[in-house]
């Protein structure tokens, strides 16, 4: 079964870290896809946040985050990472990381989806 699994959301104060960890499967190798992260906030839509392709590309779906998230993979432990700095309040939302052939231009466009993890930020 194809699944993939997120990790690491936590409750943390303004200005804190984290790091979110995306693990595919043993039968799904996800350096064969572009794995992108999206997060949806109560009542939104859901909003991309970074995507690496599988040349190790990363495309930005906007200025909101990417001076503080970074995204990254780990062939070997086939995972793919979402490290967030200085954290704020607007970055409150479930976080998913998602897969295909492409990062895709349309967040809901991801063929394979995770679970989702919760990120809070409050003080």
């Known amino acids: 079964q194809v699944q993939l699994v997120e990790s690491g959301g936590d409750l943390v104060q303004p200005g804190g870290s984290l790091r979110l960890s995306c693990r595919a499967s043993e039968e799904f190798t996800l350096s064969s896809y572009s794995v992108g992260w999206i997060r949806q906030a109560p009542g939104k839509d859901r909003e991309g946040v970074l995507c690496?392709?599988?040349?190790?590309?990363?495309?930005s779906y906007g200025d909101s985050v990417k001076d503080r998230f970074t995204i990254s993979r780990d062939t070997a432990k086939n995972t793919v990472y979402l490290q967030m700095n200085n954290l704020k309040s607007e970055d409150t939302a479930v976080y998913y990381c998602?897969?295909?052939?492409?990062?895709?231009?349309?967040?809901?466009?991801?063929?394979?989806w995770g679970q989702g993890t919760q990120v809070t930020v409050s003080s």
């Open positions: 998602a897969a295909d052939a492409v990062c895709a231009a349309k967040p809901r466009d991801y063929y394979f």
């Open positions: 690496i392709n599988r040349s190790g590309g990363v495309a």
